[in-house]
């Protein structure tokens, strides 16, 4: 079972993808700042990470820049209500960007993508 964590400051957007999330097999952690993020991930070890850009009064952006050096093995989600940050270079780090929406399929599809793409690549070190 893939293990995921998911870091948005909305309590209901972290519900509601931890509930959807579950649903399709996945063991989901949340959280709602940069802060508890780092803390679950100094704890934990996760598959992939699916995160908001804008978090209160924090750059999603600086912690994925934290993810990207310290994890750079662990696929990074973006996951903004604002398609703008598409074309922000900063966020070309991330392994894939998806925009908010009630309708979980493009996000659920791009966990998919790329939980297959880390598993082949762990498979060809093998």
């Given at each position: 079972m893939s293990r995921l964590l998911v870091v948005d400051d909305e309590a209901n957007i972290r519900l509601l993808y931890a509930e959807e999330l579950k649903d399709e097999g996945y063991e989901v952690v949340t959280a709602a700042s940069s802060a508890e993020a780092t803390e679950k991930l100094q704890k934990g070890v996760f598959d992939l990470a699916v995160l908001d850009i804008k978090l209160k009064n924090e750059s999603g952006i600086d912690l994925l820049q934290k993810l990207?050096?310290?994890?750079?093995?662990?696929?990074?989600?973006?996951?903004?209500?604002?398609?703008?940050?598409?074309?922000?270079?900063?966020a070309w780090l991330a392994d894939g960007y998806v925009v908010k929406s009630g309708d979980l399929t493009e996000l659920k599809q791009?966990?998919?993508?790329?939980l297959a793409k880390k598993m082949q690549k762990e498979k060809t070190k093998l």
């Amino acid at each position: 079972m893939s293990r995921l964590l998911v870091v948005d400051d909305e309590a209901n957007i972290r519900l509601l993808y931890a509930e959807e999330l579950k649903d399709e097999g996945y063991e989901v952690v949340t959280a709602a700042s940069s802060a508890e993020a780092t803390e679950k991930l100094q704890k934990g070890v996760f598959d992939l990470a699916v995160l908001d850009i804008k978090l209160k009064n924090e750059s999603g952006i600086d912690l994925l820049q934290k993810l990207v050096k310290e994890r750079h093995d662990m696929p990074v989600i973006l996951c903004s209500a604002f398609s703008c940050y598409k074309d922000d270079f900063s966020a070309w780090l991330a392994d894939g960007y998806v925009v908010k929406s009630g309708d979980l399929t493009e996000l659920k599809q791009e966990i998919a993508r790329l939980l297959a793409k880390k598993m082949q690549k762990e498979k060809t070190k093998l």
